[in-house]
């Protein structure tokens, strides 16, 4: 099918486009830019790097991907910013390309990134998730499947936010959320049960996540005890075996609460 490209659009020679891309007014689209098939590209939207836009991915006006890292260690690198199958990538979005030769910031298929999220260099973004409204995330940041992250949330370089976790507005992440975790206030305040009976979890294992999470992250335990203490008394369900695959490859430690936060989430 033919793509329907605005005349005002500057595409460089080399640009790779698929079929049935549509291009807005004043876009800026690189030479080592690949857009897949059904792509919409924006008004002033600007494609630079090595960046490959997957197919059906809708870009809005005023965004701009894969420009340089703004990290001091970039010197003209070369390295690719990704983005998946599907995606909406709504109003002045920025995500920056690694910093690294070679390196890649990825976000997979079927996310959403609100308007004014920043994606710093070398993220890894999983499939289905959804970050909201000027999110900020700095460089090296890995979020998980499903996870959500409400507006003006804040994330630290090298932080991991694990799969189907959910962190409230406002947030300021300073080390990982485990996978499955409910985050407000900057404290762990328990499960997310309401993603986790979406996703059509069995009552067993909500039960099973709710105990490791309050194991891991409300009772005051060291991360090996904590460990030893899911493996010991809790359900060999795959669930627990990622939550613990996550405990172990922390680097910057665990968002954590109180006891006060155990109370509220019962």
């Not at 976000?107 to 990134?113: I, S």
């Amino acid at each position: 099918m033919p793509s329907n490209i605005d005349p005002r659009a500057a595409i460089e020679e080399g640009a790779i486009l698929g079929n049935d891309v549509t291009i807005g007014p004043f876009a800026v689209i690189g030479r080592n830019v690949k857009i897949g098939d059904g792509c919409v590209i924006g008004p002033h939207v600007v494609l630079s790097g090595n960046t490959t836009i997957g197919k059906g991915t809708r870009i809005h006006c005023g965004a701009n991907l894969g420009d340089e890292p703004q990290d001091v260690h970039f010197h003209g690198q070369e390295s690719f910013t990704d983005i998946g199958e599907n995606c909406i990538i709504r109003e002045y979005v920025t995500i920056h390309r690694g910093v690294e030769e070679g390196s890649h910031t990825v976000v997979g298929n079927n996310v959403m990134l609100m308007a004014f999220v920043h994606l710093g260099h070398n993220c890894q973004i999983a499939d289905d998730v959804i970050i909201a409204n000027a999110s900020l995330l700095a460089g090296r940041v890995e979020v998980g499947r499903h996870a959500f992250i409400s507006g003006q949330t804040l994330v630290h370089q090298f932080c991991r936010i694990g799969e189907l976790a959910m962190v409230g507005g406002g947030s300021r992440l300073r080390q990982d959320v485990v996978p499955y975790g409910i985050v407000q206030e900057d404290a762990i305040q328990g499960i997310n049960a309401v993603g986790l009976h979406r996703a059509g979890w069995r009552l067993e294992v909500v039960n099973a996540i709710k105990e490791a999470v309050k194991i891991a992250c409300q009772d005051g335990f060291s991360r090996p005890n904590a460990i030893a203490k899911i493996r010991a008394e809790l359900p060999d369900f795959p669930e627990i075996r990622t939550f613990v695959e996550f405990l172990e490859g922390t680097k910057r430690g665990l968002t954590t609460g109180g006891k006060a936060a155990v109370a509220s989430a019962d």
